[in-house]
Nanobody
Framework: QVQLVESGGGLVQAGGSLRLSCAAS????????MGWYRQAPGKQRELVAA????????NYADSAKGRFTISRDNAKSTLYLQMNSLKPEDTAVYYC?????????WGQGTQVTVSS
C-alpha cells in the first residue's frame, strides 16, 4: 500500500512561486505515472499535471501550461511541482496521486493560497 505525503504549500503573493513535494512510500512509486491534482472550495478535484514513470514525458492542464513544471526523483520516491507566476485562482489544496484509477489512498494534501 502506497502512502502519499504532500508538503510545500503556503501563502504567497500573486506572481510568486512555490515548490510542492510528494513523498511516496513503497518502491512501486517508480513504476507508475503520477500526477498533481488540486481542489478549490466548492469545486471538483482537477488534474493539473502528470508525468510518466520514467519522467520522460509530461502533460499539463491548460491552466498550468507555461507556469507549472512537474518532475520526479524515483530514487527518492518523490514527486515535485514547481509553480511559478502564481495567480489567486491557483488557490486550492494540492494532492498527488496516479493520473488515472485505481488510485492510491489520498494524502492530506497541502494548502496553497495566493493573495492578490
Amino acid at each position: 500500500q502506497v502512502q502519499l505525503v504532500e508538503s510545500g504549500g503556503g501563502l504567497v503573493q500573486a506572481g510568486g512561486s512555490l515548490r510542492l513535494s510528494c513523498a511516496a512510500s513503497g518502491s512501486i512509486f517508480r513504476m507508475n505515472s503520477m500526477g498533481w491534482y488540486r481542489q478549490a472550495p466548492g469545486k471538483q478535484r482537477e488534474l493539473v499535471a502528470a508525468i510518466i514513470s520514467s519522467g520522460g514525458s509530461t502533460n499539463y492542464a491548460d491552466s498550468a501550461k507555461g507556469r507549472f513544471t512537474i518532475s520526479r526523483d524515483n530514487a527518492k520516491s518523490t514527486l515535485y511541482l514547481q509553480m511559478n507566476s502564481l495567480k489567486p485562482e491557483d488557490t486550492a489544496v494540492y494532492y498527488c496521486n496516479k493520473p488515472y484509477g485505481p488510485w492510491y489512498s489520498w494524502g492530506q494534501g497541502t494548502q496553497v493560497t495566493v493573495s492578490s
